[in-house]
Each structure stands twice: as C-alpha cells, then as structure tokens.
C-alpha cells in the first residue's frame, strides 16, 4: 500500500485492498475525529473524478465487517447512484451524487439497521481507470514514471538526454489513453489507415501536462512513424501537422518521400463526436 500525499489532514493511499480483495484509491476511515478531512478529501477526489471525465468508477463502502454489520459482498459494499454502481463522470450530475453518495455511505455503515443515521466517515475504496501515478498526478505528487535511474542519464549526452525525455513523456499515461483512441478509432491510425494494433500510438494534440491532458479529444490514433513526425517541429511546423479542419499537412521537407501521398487529405475521425480531436489553427 503506498501513500498519495495530499494537503488534507486525512490518509489516502493506492494499492490492494485486503476487505474487498481490490486494487485501487484507498480512503481510510475518519470515524472517531481521527481524519478530520476525510469528507472534505472524498469530495475533492469526485471533483478530480469530473474534472477529467473519469468513467468505469466504482465506489465502495470497505470498511471491516463486524458482528454487527457483516457487509455480506461487493456488489452491498457499492455506492449506488441511479441505479447504476460504475459512473462515468463525463455526463453525471456532480452535485446530486455527492449528496446521494453520503446518503449510500450512511446507509451500508449502519451498525444497527434500525437507528436512523449511520456514519458517513467509513473506508472507502474507489476503482477506475486510473493507476496509482495518475493519483500522485492528480494530487500534485511526482510521477513515479518520470524517475528516471539518475546514472543512466549522467552517462548521456544532451541530445541522448532529450531523446529520453520525449519517449518518456510519449509513453506516459499510454496504458489507458491508448486503449480509449483505439476504440473512438475503430483501432484504425488517422492518417494512415493501419490497423497493425502493434503500431498504433496515443498521440497528444497539446503537450502532455498531466492526466486532464490524456482525454480522447486532446489526441489522436497514429502509426508509431506518423506519431514520430507528429512530434517533430522544423522551423517552427510539424513534419506531420492536422489542421483544424482535419487536413493533413505534410512539411515541404518531407516532399518526395513516401509521406507526401498524404499530404491535403483527411484524417479519419470517431463516430462519437464528442470524441473528435480538437486541433488548432
């Protein structure tokens, strides 16, 4: 279990759960005037969750069972919003699940089924998308995935170094934006029309500057060599760029190589709109 620090007098932590045989946000109970932030923080943590348009959420109730209240599985264990258990916080209505998110809590953490109120200061457990460097992003903490082994980069030169750094940053957060391109594309590279999955990167329209920057629409599906190109600026141009209105424009450098075919054509856009890229003039 390793701790998320965060600026709030509560215990956060990532890892797996031994109630609910889980991985995931870990919020340690606050009964007993322990954490005084605990609702504070699980309020911040919804916040963080809508701000980026997290979806296959699961929130659980996973505090121990005790002879009075045996929390009988998981699926009793879930907050229930609507009817639904998995949120996606694209779409929901934040206000009105926080509420309702309090009420579930107070609901399964009663000892006694008969009392009228229960404790809303209960170990919760919340699953997504997110791994634990997304967490320690979201909260402000280094990411785990930028450390890199520091004799390594002593022994590099300054292009070395640099190219380090790119591919670094080029994978950072692939794992989850990478699977989500590949269904708003139909595992299908934009500009190219491969559909060799092995090749098919998750390129950042805008530079990558943390989770919020690793939605659908702030990127695009592209040939690890397109991608390559996407990311390379000569005089100030890309040698690959998308206009605005999604024509591809191939440097005049690149003028006799095998990229020029597809220079002034479109690129392939999701069907959902909601997913197509926003690139800028």
Not at 7 to 21: E, I
Not at 151 to 172: A, D, F, G, S, W
Not at 229 to 252: M, P, Q, T
Request: aromatic residues 10%; negative net charge.
């Amino acid at each position: 279990m390793n701790e998320i620090k965060t600026k709030y007098d509560a215990k956060l932590s990532y890892g797996y759960d031994n109630v609910t045989y889980l991985e995931g946000l870990i919020l340690d109970a606050g009964g007993g005037g322990r954490y005084k932030d605990h609702t504070v923080l699980f309020r911040n943590i919804l916040d963080k969750l809508k701000a980026i348009n997290a979806h296959n959420v699961t929130i659980y109730v996973a505090a121990t069972p005790t002879a009075a209240n045996n929390y009988p599985n998981n699926e009793y264990r879930k907050i229930r919003f609507e009817d639904e258990t998995k949120f996606d916080f694209k779409t929901i209505d934040l206000d009105r699940f926080k509420s309702n998110a309090n009420d579930e809590i107070r609901e399964k953490g009663k000892v006694n089924p008969e009392t009228p109120n229960g404790a809303i200061h209960k170990r919760l457990l919340v699953t997504s998308d997110l791994d634990e460097n997304d967490w320690n992003e979201l909260f402000g903490n280094s990411s785990i995935k930028l450390i890199v082994n520091q004799e390594i980069i002593n022994n590099q030169n300054e292009n070395e170094l640099e190219y380090t750094y790119q591919k670094v940053k080029k994978r950072l957060r692939q794992s989850k934006f990478r699977k989500e391109l590949l269904l708003a594309y139909d595992y299908t590279c934009a500009v190219t029309g491969s559909k060799v999955i092995e090749l098919l990167e998750a390129a950042h329209i805008q530079p990558y500057d943390g989770v919020h920057t690793s939605v659908v629409s702030n990127g695009t599906l592209l040939r690890s060599d397109i991608h390559d190109l996407f990311d390379i600026y000569v005089e100030g141009k890309r040698l690959i760029n998308i206009s605005a209105d999604y024509k591809i424009e191939v440097h005049s450098s690149l003028d006799g190589s095998e990229y020029w075919e597809y220079n002034g054509k479109g690129i392939r856009l999701p069907k959902e709109q909601n997913d197509h890229p926003k690139f800028y003039k």
